[in-house]
Every structure is written in C-alpha cells, then in structure tokens.
C-alpha cells in the first residue's frame, strides 16, 4: 500500500509498503479523508517532537476492512473515526484521570503510524462508529472537534457569556460554533482574512474584526470598541506569537483566557505577569482531547456543527508530501487528502 512516510526533519515522501494485519484489540481501517493539519506542518519542520521513520496523519476517518481476534462491536463495512491518541493507562496523570498528559503518550501519525496512507491500524478503544450516510470527508473533522471541545469545556462558558475567538482557521471556525451552542451571545472572531471573517459570521459569530486595520486590543477593548472592557472568554486559536500575546490583554477583568493554538517547540512569548495579576486573569492551556472525541462524532453526524464549509480543497495521496511541506494556500482552511477516491 501507499503511505506518506516523515522519514527524518525535512524528508517526506510516498512509498510503497506493506499493508498492514489487525492483530488482537485491532480495525484495519481504509482511509476516506485525512485532513491536513498545522501540527503535521511542524512535524515535517522538526517543531514538533515526533519518532521518525513514521506515516503521518492524525484526523482521520474511513472503512472498516477487517479486524483482529475476538472483536466485538465493530465489523467490517462500518464507517468509523479514529482518536489519536493513546494513553497508557497506567502512570499517575491517567490514574487522576488525566489521560491527555499522560506520561507514555503515544499518538496515532506522530510516534506510530498513521492515517495519510491506504490503510490504518487502529485499537478498538480509540474507534468511534459514525453513521453510514455520513459524507466521508466529515468524519476527518471529529479530531479537530474533539480539541476544540476540551476548550470550550474548560471554558467555562455560560449563558450570555462574550467570548472572542483569535484565528479563523479550522480551530477558530469550530470553537466559534461551540461556543455559541454553550450559550455565548456574543461571539467575534478575529483575523485578517476576509473570506474567515465572512464564514464565521454565516457560522454563528455575532461580528468580526479586521486586525491588519487598527490593533485588535485597542480597537476591541477601548470605549466605543466592540467589546468595551473585554470579553468574559478569549480563545486563542492561530498559534502565533502576536495572537498569544494578545489573548490575555482582550480578557475582561477576572475573564480567561484559553491556549487552544500550537506555536513551534521551544518558541517564547511575552507577557505580562501585573497585569494578569491586577486585573486576575486566568491564562488556561488546553491540551488534545481528553474523554471528547465519542461527543466530536455526535456532533459532527448530527449536524450541530457545520464541517462542509470548512473544507478548502481535497487532494490525492501523491500530493500530500508537497501539501505538508509548503505553507497553507492563502484564505486555506482544511485540505482533505482522499487516498481511495
């Protein structure tokens, strides 16, 4: 079969291997849709510790083709949507229930292979069943979803809240989505691209805001600003420096703050510790996807939360090398790679 292999930091090619067998607590899955994310970019730089020779891939979904012994729950023909990551169960942040920070971490396209390939060997504990009538490219978004989720959970987010929302990616058109089904009347999404500021806008966002025109704290948090004072919840979702120092400071007086974005390892920012002191701001990381990827899939096969709009391009297997190692296209949100279509 084919697979997308990371090789070393800066080698990412096609080849031709072999087709894996699903042993015991195992779903050889052959993949419809893999989308092309922000972390697999770091990855291919070497920005983001990963176990190379490895096939990428981490939000994924497709078929069931076979499965391991004694499988139960799950058959062949069944469409299913993977977790990535794997906890071990063992150390004492998944005995506290913290399966996310887990200590053996091992995840699904960055320590063992995964889903831009043919096939996937996915356990049965990381598989969740999406409906058979579900687009195929859909159920790619779960991973994602299941991220944003964890967020919004330690959010906090009640009725009425104001939220803004830093990036109009994949990860700021979603967190927009949900946070307006938590409850949040207002919510404004922050980015420079015209055609995101317009989507958000169809998507549930109360307005939008241009930051290449006027500076986002002052033309937001000043009187006659869109949110005078601030928001009650800011995420940040673009994973840059600027957008990282700015969260904080659009956080109202006593409001949180929310790392959803990635910035490259070892990258630094700064900030400024009075002021989250004087004006008590919670500064909150949110990391992966503990415990909400089965609540991703409801989501996404119930419709609640809109995926097609999201999707920019989809791309065959031969081009993901070159997708992954180039920047995202101008105005690109999600690109899909499709392997068996």
Same mark, same amino acid.
């Given at each position: ?9 800066? @080698?990412?090619?096609?080849?031709? #291997?072999? @087709? ?78 913290? #399966? ?19 096939? #996937?060997?996915?356990?049965? @504990? ?53 946070? *307006? ?63 990282? *120092?700015?969260?904080? @400071?659009?956080? *109202? ?8 974005? #990635? ?49 920019? *391009? ?28």
């Amino acid at each position: 079969m084919r697979a997308v292999r990371l090789e070393a930091t800066g @080698k990412l090619v096609m080849r031709e #291997v072999d @087709k894996p067998a699903p042993g015991p607590g195992e779903l050889l899955v052959r993949i419809e849709a893999c989308g092309i994310c922000g972390t697999d970019r770091h990855l291919f730089l070497g920005e983001f510790p990963s176990h190379p020779p490895v096939t990428l891939g981490h939000e994924f979904a497709g078929i069931i083709e076979a499965v391991g012994p004694d499988i139960t729950g799950f058959e062949p023909g069944m469409r299913v949507t993977g977790d990535p990551n794997i906890a071990c169960g063992c150390c004492a942040e998944c005995h506290n229930g913290r #399966v996310n920070l887990c200590r053996n971490l091992q995840a699904i396209g960055i320590h063992r292979d995964g889903g831009f390939a043919d096939y #996937v060997i996915l356990p049965l @504990k990381q598989a969740f069943a999406l409906p058979s009538g579900l687009d195929p490219l859909h159920g790619a978004f779960c991973e994602p979803l299941a991220c944003c989720l964890h967020g919004v959970d330690l959010a906090n987010i009640r009725n009425g809240a104001s939220v803004i929302v830093l990036g109009g990616g994949v990860t700021g058109l979603l967190t927009v989505q949900l946070a *307006r089904l938590a409850g949040a009347t207002r919510v404004l999404l922050v980015t420079r691209n015209a055609d995101k500021r317009a989507l958000a806008e169809t998507l549930g966002a109360t307005a939008s805001f241009d930051p290449s025109r006027t500076d986002a704290v002052t033309g937001i948090t000043d009187d006659g600003g869109l949110l005078p004072g601030g928001a009650d919840i800011v995420f940040e979702c673009a994973g840059v420096a600027e957008t990282m *120092r700015q969260a904080p @400071k659009l956080a *109202r007086r006593g409001g949180t703050a929310i790392i959803l974005g #990635v910035m490259p390892q070892g990258a630094k920012v700064e900030i400024e510790p009075f002021d989250l002191l004087f004006r008590e701001v919670n500064l909150v990381n949110s990391f992966l996807n503990p415990f909400t990827h089965q609540r991703a899939a409801d989501l996404i096969a119930s419709g609640a939360i809109k995926v097609e709009p999201l999707i920019s *391009r989809r791309i065959p297997l031969e081009q993901a090398p070159e997708a992954i190692a180039n920047p995202a296209l101008g105005g690109e949100i999600r690109t899909l790679v499709t392997p068996n279509t």
